[in-house]
């Protein structure tokens, strides 16, 4: 239950300001064995922050930079992520010159992010941005996968067997490159 050893030490005495406002700066490191930073961060703003705000009127409380630049590479993240994946569509509508087939690609993307989500879970490891890196690649490779699958059964759309036979048959090699958009 204890969140923090704090030690005193001999510091220079000085005020420092913002904006004409006395300005106090907390400074911490978390140890990553011990504790995720995103945890702390949300503790803070969910628990502790509002109790600081309601027992002192005027107080105003900033999170660290590092926070609100992780804030805003978020943001970023989710916007650009939209954008490849509204590009995705275009580019698999055109050829196929259908507004619903690419969006059946495009159903595998959120396949691959619960997946990921979930073996972080099962991992007991916290999502990072590394893992969000991952997880937007991730979305591309099983959307081209889609189309791969798609492609290869267009090659055997003559067949008269069914679709599951045809995807659990081994794969024979290449005749050459398909023109499966028709």
């Not at 995705?88 to 059946?104: D, E, Q």
Request: glycine share 6%; charged share 20%.
């Amino acid at each position: 239950a204890s969140l923090a050893d704090v030690e005193v030490l001999q510091g220079y005495a000085r005020i420092v300001r913002e904006d004409r406002q006395r300005v106090l700066k907390v400074q911490a490191r978390v140890d990553p064995t011990l504790a995720d930073a995103n945890e702390v961060y949300a503790v803070l703003e969910r628990e502790v922050f509002p109790a600081l705000e309601s027992r002192f009127p005027g107080l105003n409380l900033q999170i660290g930079q590092q926070r609100q630049e992780q804030k805003q590479l978020l943001a970023a993240f989710g916007k650009n992520t939209l954008i490849a994946l509204l590009v995705i569509y275009a580019l698999i509508a055109v050829p196929f010159r259908s507004y619903a087939k690419p969006l059946i690609f495009l159903l595998a993307a959120p396949v691959a992010w619960c997946g990921a989500v979930l073996a972080h879970w099962a991992a007991g490891l916290p999502l990072s941005m590394e893992s969000l890196v991952g997880m937007i690649a991730a979305s591309g490779v099983v959307v081209n996968d889609s189309l791969v699958l798609l492609d290869y059964l267009r090659q055997h759309d003559g067949d008269q067997r069914p679709v599951d036979a045809l995807i659990a048959e081994p794969a024979a090699p290449a005749s050459g490159p398909s023109c499966w958009p028709s």
